[in-house]
């Protein structure tokens, strides 16, 4: 299954935010193993180095989170015509619009988020952690 992760689950493991780092933890275990192949929006990696630079004060942490995060996640490309798209959805929130828009541009299986209802679209799946490894679980039984 190929998946594009929202910002937040990223965030969530690589700064071990509770309540949400456990089951984070699991999805990264899943891609780590090769079960799930994680992508996430090439827009979102200033957001997650800035928000983990500012939440360790560490300049060198925000470098290893993204260092990491690029090595177990393919960035998908942010292009014009996906910012038109973005745009031309109509969604409130623009940067969930790019999100949906480079998951269906890279034909991914999902979205996975925390906050599902955030996402106002027919074009692609939007699952939960919870049940994206009950569909992976249901899969391998």
């Not at 999805?27 to 193993?33: D, G, Q, V, Y």
């Not at 260092?67 to 409130?92: K, R």
């Not at 969930?96 to 027919?122: E, M």
């Amino acid at each position: 299954m190929r998946i594009l992760l929202d910002t937040n689950i990223i965030l969530d493991f690589f700064l071990e935010r509770h309540p949400f780092y456990s089951e984070s933890s699991q999805l990264f275990e899943a891609i780590a193993e090769n079960s799930i192949e994680g992508f996430f929006s090439g827009s979102s990696a200033t957001d997650l180095f800035y928000i983990c630079r500012r939440q360790t004060q560490s300049l060198d942490t925000a470098r290893r989170i993204l260092e990491m995060t690029l090595a177990l996640l393919s960035a998908c490309p942010v292009t014009q015509s996906i910012l038109e798209a973005a745009f031309d959805s109509g969604l409130p929130d623009f940067e969930d619009a790019v999100q949906i828009a480079c998951a269906v541009d890279q034909n991914l299986d999902a979205i996975v988020t925390r906050n599902p209802k955030d996402f106002q679209t027919d074009l692609i799946p939007i699952l939960s952690i919870a049940d994206l490894l009950h569909q992976l679980e249901s899969t391998t039984q």
